[in-house]
């Protein structure tokens, strides 16, 4: 199991668990998983992921919050919440794997 925390744009601290063992090692970046998190209304905070490697971006987001989970390798279902209401819709996704939050 590997977990994955943002340090900055470039560089990133990676958190290896096995069993009850953790390894903290430093990363550099490229993209195919993304993990994004709710800034504001229109700017999203994005976490991208490639094996070991992480980096965070902004991106302008329409939604308030948006989560998203890997379904096969190029269509995900898209969990989107505006206040109590939620609406799952089936999107493209370029990345092997996306999760939102």
Same mark, same amino acid.
């Not at 989560?67 to 609406?87: F, G, I, N």
């Given at each position: 199991?590997?977990?994955?925390?943002e +340090?900055?744009?470039? &560089?990133?601290?990676? /958190? @290896?668990?096995?069993?009850?063992?953790?390894?903290?090692?430093? +990363?550099?970046?490229?993209?195919?998983? %993304?993990?994004?998190?709710?800034?504001?209304?229109?700017?999203?905070?994005? &976490?991208? *992921?490639?094996?070991? *490697? %992480?980096?965070?971006?902004? &991106?302008?987001?329409?939604?308030?919050? !948006?989560?998203m989970?890997?379904r096969?390798?190029?269509? !995900? /279902?898209? /969990? @989107? *919440?505006?206040?109590?209401?939620?609406?799952?819709?089936?999107?493209?996704?370029?990345?092997?794997? %996306?999760?939102?939050?």
């Amino acid at each position: 199991m590997t977990r994955m925390r943002e +340090r900055n744009s470039t &560089r990133t601290t990676m /958190r @290896q668990c096995d069993d009850d063992s953790a390894t903290i090692r430093w +990363r550099q970046y490229e993209s195919t998983m %993304a993990t994004m998190r709710e800034r504001d209304g229109t700017m999203t905070r994005m &976490r991208q *992921y490639d094996n070991d *490697y %992480a980096t965070i971006r902004w &991106r302008e987001c329409e939604n308030a919050m !948006t989560r998203m989970r890997k379904r096969e390798s190029t269509m !995900t /279902r898209m /969990r @989107q *919440y505006d206040d109590d209401s939620a609406t799952i819709r089936w999107r493209e996704c370029e990345n092997a794997m %996306a999760i939102m939050r």
